[in-house]
């Protein structure tokens, strides 16, 4: 009765605590296998948790199957992650390149509209000096002006408008289908000077309004102030433009006709100014440029024009004067060519910005990609590595419970063989290592018994 009683309050021992057992140096007759599989797991903090999602039976086809599934999925969740991030930095690279090489291209656009708003503008000043009483003496001039100018709109890489309105700025042909009506109708004894001049004003306005739509969407940090510098020279060099117009007809004719031709004269001027002090504001190279082609021809230019336009600016009328008309054009025509060259120069450094920064988002694609892959590639290794080593723990796990049952067993035999030499309380302190102390029996039997031949047996083994 007491062996039986012994062997089934271990059972239940064994099955609540199997951990106790081992640190109390017994071992459980009876173990169930998920109380060794579930003395194997961390008990406290963040490990029990991961430990509890990751947990299976690994003794079952099954459990092995679901305890892998859920490993794997710890496993893949931080490189699929990684892999989406590498995914958006190679997409936002490639979306970065693309932009930047579309600023680019609009800037590149944009020096070409340029030209060709120095050659209308060149058209337009003939023109008024046509209307003008030079008359017939420009005529060739004039002509000459239509086909550079004819040349300079076909020579446009793309046509700036799709979407306007007006059929004249469909297309180069339409345009082009225009302005040579325009040149068709025009007659020195029957238009105005001034309605000239605004005819060319509303087409050179129109196509700088485009010029300002290409440029102004970049984003770029790095490249805004020069670009800004280059608007400020683009607008400055209409205004110079027209300056040139209204000066001109001033000598040729003597003077101003009307206040308001005077006052769209002086706005005009102060409106060049103020660009060009803001550009030289936003870009160190501007009037560095400025000064030297100002002094090329070996005569201060800005002085002679300030002197003209000094003239101009005190008095509505003068005498008139072909030879200072002429000489008023030839000097602006200088001038202009000056803000050319600076215009060109500004659009030729926000260029090679764009193609630093350019090369800088290749790089980053480059290496954005080689990232991708690598991380593509190593997704199958880490699958293969992980259910190898899970396969070989589960396999550990089962050998470790095979093994625990097995010395559960032994262990049930020892303590029977140990409880029948000698009391339990006795086994058990002595199974823990303790003293067992002296007893006092108030009555007790002694058998004494001897076997016969025992030394001789011993002798044999």
Known sequence: MDSENFGGENDNQASSSFMSHIRQGSIAFSLKSQDIIDAMHPETGTSKVIWGFCRGEPLTDTGKRIQLLKILSLTLLPILGLWAFTVYSLSYSIQGKSDIEQTQYAVKFSVEIGRFLDRIQRERDMSVLYLS?????????????????????????????????????????????????HRNQLD??????????????????????????????????????????????????????????????????????????????????TSFKANYRSA??????????????????????TAVIQSFRYEMQNAMRTDASITRGQYWFDNMTLYLDTLLIIQQDLANLINEELQNIIDIEENNLVISS???????????????????????????????????????????????????????????????????????FKSVTILLSEIMGFNKICYKV
């Not at 209204?246 to 308001?260: A, I, K, W």
């Not at 992980?386 to 396969?391: D, I, P, R, W």
């Not at 589960?394 to 020892?414: F, H, N, S, W």
Request: hydrophobic share 40%; glycine share 4%; net charge negative.
């Open 280 to 301: 030289v504001l936003y870009s160190q190279i501007v009037d560095p440029i400025f000064q030297e082609g100002v002094t090329s021809t070996g005569t201060n230019l």
């Open 133 to 181: 009483i030079l008359g017939p003496e420009t005529k060739t001039f004039l002509m000459n002006e239509y086909l550079l100018t004819d040349r300079a709109v076909q020579e446009l890489s793309d046509w700036p408008v799709n979407d306007d309105f007006s059929n004249i700025f469909q297309s180069k042909k339409a345009f082009k289908k225009y302005l040579q009506d």
């Open 370 to 440: 080689c990232f991708l892959v690598i991380v593509f590639l190593m997704c199958p290794l880490v699958i293969y590595t992980v259910e190898a080593l899970t396969s070989d723990i589960q396999k550990y796990a089962i050998a470790l419970v095979d093994k625990t049952k097995e010395l559960a067993k032994e262990g049930r035999k020892t303590d029977s063989l140990l409880y029948q030499m000698v009391p339990r309380p006795v086994a058990d302190k002595l199974k823990l290592k303790k003293d067992v102390d002296a007893e006092y």
């Open 188 to 269: 020195p004894n029957n238009y105005d000077i001034y309605v000239e001049m605004d005819f060319y004003n509303s087409l050179i306005g129109r196509f700088v309004e485009w010029m300002y739509g290409a440029i102004k969407e970049s984003n770029q940090a790095s490249i805004w102030k020069i670009l800004v510098a280059y608007q400020k020279i683009v607008t400055g060099m209409e205004h110079v433009g027209i300056e040139r117009s209204l000066g001109t007809v001033f000598y040729v004719e003597g003077g101003f006709p009307t206040q308001s031709i005077y006052e769209r004269y002086n706005m005009r001027v």
